[in-house]
């Protein structure tokens, strides 16, 4: 009797402590390789987005520019080529830059395992090893300490006709189902950060070097930037602490003047890159004075 | 027959099986539940893999495209009836018949091969529990809740092992249901997935060839087992034919081009250097298929066979086949060495697939994982994280646990010895037949799906070292 007692003994201890020990393997999982040094006291700004936001091309990126600005601390989550949307489809080979997009970044962030792209990428190009980078980034912050989240996507969406909408209005496909996934995804994660939707920007399309159409008049499938915009603008409508850029009414970049602030079609320059800054100081300014 | 008297455990072997099975159990239930909490948070969402979009598309038209075969789509018509009454939640039904014949399967593979191959008897009742545990594995339990076929395909090619299991310890080599249930296996299968029915035909050449051994190495001939042997060849020859004239009365939508080993060779030797072999290919090819259609190939695999290839076969009908794999060897002459090497780790990542797993899970390597991983969380990605890893890690956990047992149980049951290593060699030989044609007909990169069976039979010879016959 004793030796049967003492076997369930062992039995029940060992077995609870198998089951304990097997859940903190979960948090090797899901733990924080890179651990992000976070400046104390200091307002926490997360960009993501295209590569209007990733790429510096000369001169400082938009967070960096921001830092300076502010004095806050940003971290440059956005990666070049990306939409809000997936594409629809569920190819065998996603379009790798579909594999950093909102919708599935976001999803990334929450389960806070970035071997879901680490690894499907082992022998990408240097872009997509930069794009890892910053998925490690962004699983290893601590997001509930986040204060503002910038969302800024819609050039992609607009290029690649990704539709603006659909039936289903979190049908990750289509530019705003995307965009309310993502809002609704990251209010979860980070339940203190105001989220800025920062809209397309003006764009324009060039044959022989001269500028045929804009992005008002072009329509790639999707429908014309003025069209992402307003979804945009309708997505931040319906949520609370969602706020709205309107790139396009508030940079007034246009057909007469866009040299001075695009380096190419679609891409902001310099002073490009000074203006939106402007605005998002100002954006913020107003947040912070309405709480 | 139980284990006998004298191959009672000694006092080291009682106590590292009793802790064995106090682990199984913790992990056990913790993985139970996770699956559980995953499964309805899954609820009727439908992971995203291209296939599935296919079949659901070819099960509403009731058509095939000689790829994804009729099968599983008539499957998915049958729950698709229920729609008036279930509406979306169809899928659930689906989900459910997945479960359910998987875990029977399960049962009856463990217990068949604890019974036969380790002769340690085993109730189909407690069976059943083991087989909650081998169906909750995070990678298997993804595929009972995927509109795809890899779950009952996986439950069919278990089931055979099972009965060959059967047969080999069978009184006089000769046990008839078994061998009716391995016919129904391969002529399910043929119907389901081609690459699962080349596994079982392995499987079941092999296994006729071993009993055909066994007879002549034995003094007297058995007429039983060589009846058996000639059943097995009989169903190995007939059996996929009939599936193939099967699958040929389905109508075929023609999106796809025809199906050929040739052209399903394309994933490993073309993809994804199309682009770059082509000036390497003769004017027969180049005749037909102009330089810019492979420019954008090694983005989209899907691409191939929907369009390059129903270009080839549209051009050149009589010759599409030869070309396809004229194309192929080209690929395979321009790049040995790569391929030779990719296909090299993948096939050791199969074999030993609980340390594979946690390679691809915490490191980074050119693999699928990070594809499927994504299908998975769509719905949950914290929990789906917490399951995996918790999954994975208990799986490798119980890996290595058997491995001590396996051992243990060696070198204190010496009798034993022979049997048991004739049994390991029988279920690496398993995993050999089964994963081989799969991954031959795949892309270069680990992918766990090819590996479900892998990991089947490691589970299996480990729960069946740990596991203590009631004295």
Redesign the interface.
């Known amino acids: 009797m004793l030796k049967e007692k003492k076997e369930k003994i062992i039995f029940i201890g060992v077995a609870v402590l198998s089951a304990i020990l097997i859940l903190c393997t979960a948090l090797i999982g899901t733990k924080k390789f890179y651990p992000v040094e976070v400046e104390a006291h200091k307002t926490q700004i997360l960009f993501l987005g295209d590569s209007n936001i990733a790429y510096d091309f000369e001169g400082k990126d938009i967070p960096e520019l921001v830092y300076d600005r502010l004095g806050v601390t940003t971290y440059n989550g956005a990666i070049g080529g990306t939409s809000a949307a997936k594409i629809n489809t569920e190819n065998y080979f996603d379009d790798r830059g579909d594999m950093f997009c909102l919708y599935n970044i976001t999803k990334v962030m929450e389960s806070g395992d970035h071997n879901a792209v680490a690894d499907y990428y082992g022998t990408g190009s240097q872009r997509e090893k930069e794009a890892v980078g910053k998925v490690m980034m962004l699983t290893d912050l601590r997001l509930e300490e986040v204060d503002y989240i910038v969302l800024s996507y819609g050039l992609n969406d607009y290029t690649t006709g990704r539709p603006i909408y659909a039936e289903d209005p979190y049908a990750e496909y289509t530019y705003a189902g995307a965009l309310r996934a993502a809002v609704e995804r990251l209010q979860k994660l980070c339940p203190n950060a105001k989220i800025i939707l920062s809209s397309i920007t003006y764009c324009v399309f060039m044959e022989g070097g001269e500028v045929v159409m804009d992005g008002y008049e072009r329509n790639w499938g999707g429908g014309t930037i003025e069209e992402y915009r307003d979804a945009m603008k309708l997505v931040s409508s319906e949520y609370e602490n969602v706020y709205f850029m309107d790139n396009l009414e508030y940079l007034g970049i246009g057909r007469d003047n866009y040299e001075q602030y695009l380096r190419d079609e679609m891409h902001l320059n310099e002073a490009g890159r000074e203006i939106y800054v402007d605005y998002l100081e100002e954006t913020i300014n107003g947040i912070e004075g309405e709480l | 027959m139980e284990l006998k008297e004298n191959c009672k455990d000694n006092r080291i072997v009682k106590?590292l099986r009793?802790?064995a099975?106090?682990?199984l159990?913790?992990?056990g239930?913790?993985?139970v539940i996770l699956a559980v909490a995953w499964a309805v948070a899954n609820g009727s969402h439908i992971q995203?893999?291209?296939d599935?979009?296919v079949y659901l598309s070819n099960a509403i038209n009731g058509v095939s495209d000689g790829w994804r075969l009729a099968g599983y789509a008539c499957v998915i018509k049958l729950f698709m009836l229920l729609k008036g009454i279930l509406k979306e939640y169809y899928v659930i039904g689906i989900y459910l018949f997945q479960v359910t014949v998987s875990l029977f399967c399960f049962a009856e593979g463990f217990r068949c091969a604890a019974v036969y191959l380790f002769d340690k008897k085993i109730s189909l009742k407690k069976a059943l529990l083991f087989a909650g545990y081998i169906v909750t594995i995070p990678i298997v339990w993804q595929m009972q809740f995927a509109i795809l076929p890899d779950a009952i395909c996986l439950a069919l090619t278990v089931l055979l092992f099972a009965q060959l299991v059967k047969l080999f310890g069978a009184k006089e080599g000769f046990c008839l249901p078994a061998l009716l249930v391995i016919g129904v296996s391969i002529l399910l299968l043929g119907v389901f997935h081609r690459h699962y029915l080349y596994g079982a035909l392995a499987m079941a050449f092999v296994g006729a060839f071993i009993l055909l051994i066994r007879q002549i190495k034995k003094s007297y001939r058995n007429r039983k087992t060589l009846l058996t042997a000639f059943m097995l060849l009989v169903s190995i020859i007939v059996l996929p034919m009939v599936a193939e004239k099967i699958n040929q009365a389905v109508p075929n939508n023609g999106a796809y081009a025809t199906y050929s080993m040739a052209a399903d060779l394309w994933k490993r030797f073309v993809f994804p250097d199309l682009h770059e072999n082509y000036p390497h290919y003769t004017e027969r090819i180049t005749a037909i298929l102009p330089d810019y259609a492979t420019e954008i190939c090694d983005?989209?695999?899907?691409y191939y066979m929907n369009s390059i290839g129903l270009m080839i076969e549209i051009a050149n009908p009589e010759e599409a086949e030869s070309i396809y794999f004229e194309m192929a060897r080209i690929g395979f002459a321009l790049h040995r060495r790569d391929m030779i090497k990719s296909a090299v780790k993948e096939a050791i990542g199969y074999c030993f697939i609980p340390f594979a797993m946690e390679k691809?899970?915490?490191?980074?390597?050119?693999?699928?994982?990070?594809?499927n991983?994504?299908?998975m969380?769509?719905c949950n990605?914290?929990l789906?994280?917490?399951y995996?890893?918790?999954g994975m890690?208990?799986f490798m956990?119980m890996a290595v646990l058997g491995c001590i047992m396996f051992l243990a149980e060696g070198i204190s049951h010496k009798n034993l010895c022979k049997k048991r290593m004739l049994a390991l060699g029988w279920c690496a030989l398993s995993i050999g037949m089964v994963t081989a044609p799969m991954m031959i007909f795949a892309?270069a990169k680990f992918d766990y799906r090819i590996g479900l069976f892998s990991v089947f039979v490691w589970i299996v010879l480990a729960m069946t070292s740990i596991y203590k016959v009631e004295e």
Request: glycine fraction near 10%; aromatic fraction near 20%.
């Open positions: 106590y009793l802790v099975m106090a682990v159990a913790g992990i239930v913790v993985q995203g893999f291209y599935s979009s983005e989209y695999y899907e691809y899970m915490y490191n980074n390597g050119n693999s699928l994982y990070g594809h991983y994504m299908k969380y769509d990605p914290k789906t994280a917490v995996m890893h918790v890690n208990g956990v892309v």
